[in-house]
């Protein structure tokens, strides 16, 4: 798979592609699908499959810290699409000039002329350029005009629920992993590299692995039944923090705090994968450390518990599933860009 970031180092395709557009976040079921779909018309017609996403997304552009929490980070996404029938990534910076851009120049200087787009597959709401102007209709009459197909990517539903990155979002905010679970096709997870931090946790007798999680903000936040993978072959278990630490310091950025059962090994540095999977209670402030560690023996009571009943109802997820650990070396050949607008 290739990695195009931004448009200047994209050379014009002249044997045409098939292409999807869109958000793409947490590549849940029905993208997944979406993709499927669109790689049988691309062998089909013997093209590559190029998927358009943007960063930042469109509405954290407009809503800035309002924006909806991500349930992947950049890195995550383009990870999980190295593991689906996509050839090429192609990653454009949404600015104010993209912004400004009239739907009829980005079909025709994007879609036509870059990309030379043969088949289309965008959801039936899509909505681009400026002022929204540019919607499913108009792409429909260009298709005719300039000789490619156009087709929405339908509503994928699971037990009567249409799946969508916002209602796995509302979710996880819910602590309903389950159904997370059952929208995304896997448990749902963090991915991001070791720090180091204050090590407190370790005066209280529960060293944490901290992990850098940028994100302006998190889909899930308290305490949680967690799971390790990314450090070798094998899968950790634990109970994990997502939140501003109220009873230490009450910071504005949540901070993602492992605290791993039987472990005693430096992992500083390493980039690891978090799966949650089952919801143990909300963040609280008490009012002394004393506090907070007889609350965290019982976390870790209430954790061990969870994870015992998982295993054996064998609802655990396979390690690696989606983390950087279990991806094929070279699988990503990474095209030259900006690299500021794709770094996190």
């Known amino acids: 798979m290739r990695l195009i970031r931004g ?3 994209l050379k014009p395709l002249k ?3 098939v292409l999807t557009i869109g958000n793409f976040d947490g590549l849940h079921l029905g993208h997944r699908a979406v993709i499927s779909k669109l790689a049988e018309r691309g062998e089909a017609l013997g093209l590559p499959v190029v998927v358009l996403i943007f960063e930042p997304q469109p509405l954290e552009y407009f809503l800035g810290e309002n924006a909806p929490s991500r349930l992947m980070r950049l890195r995550e996404k383009v990870l999980g699409f190295s593991k689906l029938p996509v050839d090429e990534v192609l990653i454009l910076r949404f600015n104010q000039n993209f912004a400004d ?3 009829e120049r980005f079909i025709e200087d994007i879609l036509v002329k870059k990309l030379n787009v043969r088949h289309l597959v965008v959801g039936d709401d899509f909505h681009f350029g400026k002022a929204r102007r540019g919607n499913f209709a108009m792409l429909k009459d260009k298709g005719k005009l300039f000789g490619f197909d156009v087709e929405d ?3 994928y539903q699971i037990d009567g629920l249409r799946v969508s990155s916002t209602l796995i979002r509302d979710a996880l905010g819910d602590g309903d992993l ?6 995304l096709g896997c448990c749902y997870s963090v991915c991001g590299r070791v720090a180091h931090g204050d090590k407190r946790g370790r005066t209280i007798g529960y060293p944490t692995a901290n992990i850098q999680m940028f994100r302006k ?3 899930v936040n308290g305490v949680f039944a967690v799971t390790m993978t990314g450090i070798d072959d094998r899968e950790f278990e634990g109970v994990a923090n997502v939140g501003t630490r109220p009873t230490v310091d009450g910071g504005e950025k949540a901070i993602l705090e492992v605290y791993l059962f039987d472990f005693d090994r430096e992992i500083y540095g390493r980039y690891v994968e978090v799966h949650f999977k089952q919801k143990i209670r909300d963040e609280m402030r008490f009012q002394s450390l004393d506090d907070l560690k007889t609350q965290i023996v019982k976390d870790v009571a209430k954790a061990e518990a969870a994870l015992s009943s998982l295993r054996a109802c064998n609802r655990h997820t396979i390690p690696g599933d989606r983390c950087a650990g279990s991806l094929p070396a070279g699988n990503i050949h990474t095209i030259p860009g900006d690299k500021d607008f794709c770094r996190d």
Do not use: V
């Open 153 to 155: 990517t339908g509503s």
């Open 178 to 183: 389950a159904l997370a679970e059952k929208l």
């Open 15 to 17: 044997s045409g592609c």
């Open 101 to 103: 851009c009239d739907a």
């Open 7 to 9: 448009l200047p180092h």
């Open 217 to 219: 903000n998190t889909p």
